[in-house]
């Protein structure tokens, strides 16, 4: 059974800084497209970055563009999401989500963790 497990939210200032990590159980990393959603309250859950399997390319969402960064570490089979210049409108709990690169069917969600920026 694979597992997501997510870590690294808290409360920060506006312009902070924080770091999540995703680290996968039950698998291999490199096997699954690895993608960090997040959802505020009273708002549907949004994709901001991921990263697919293969390449290691990555894809932002416009609202993260410049300020977050993904990074995929095969070896230690974790995903790390690098936050800057945080903003109160990045409020929100902040989801892994994993899909098999061979069966899309196969997927994961983590179970979350707050992010809270204070204004």
């Known amino acids: 059974q694979v597992q997501l497990v997510e870590s690294g939210g808290g409360l920060v200032h506006t312009g902070g800084s924080l770091t999540l990590s995703c680290v996968v159980l039950?698998?291999?990393?490199?096997?699954?497209?690895i993608g960090w959603f997040r959802q505020a309250p009273g708002r549907q859950r949004e994709k901001i970055a991921c990263t697919a399997s293969g390449d290691d390319s990555t894809v932002y969402a416009d609202s993260v563009k410049g300020r977050f960064a993904i990074s995929r570490e095969n070896a230690r089979k974790r995903v790390l999401l690098y936050m800057k210049d945080l903003k109160p409108e990045d409020t929100a709990v902040y989801y892994c989500y994993a899909q098999s690169s061979s069966d899309s069917s196969r997927d994961y969600w983590g179970q979350g963790t707050q992010v809270t920026v204070s204004s």
């Open positions: 039950g698998s291999t990393l490199d096997a699954y497209a």
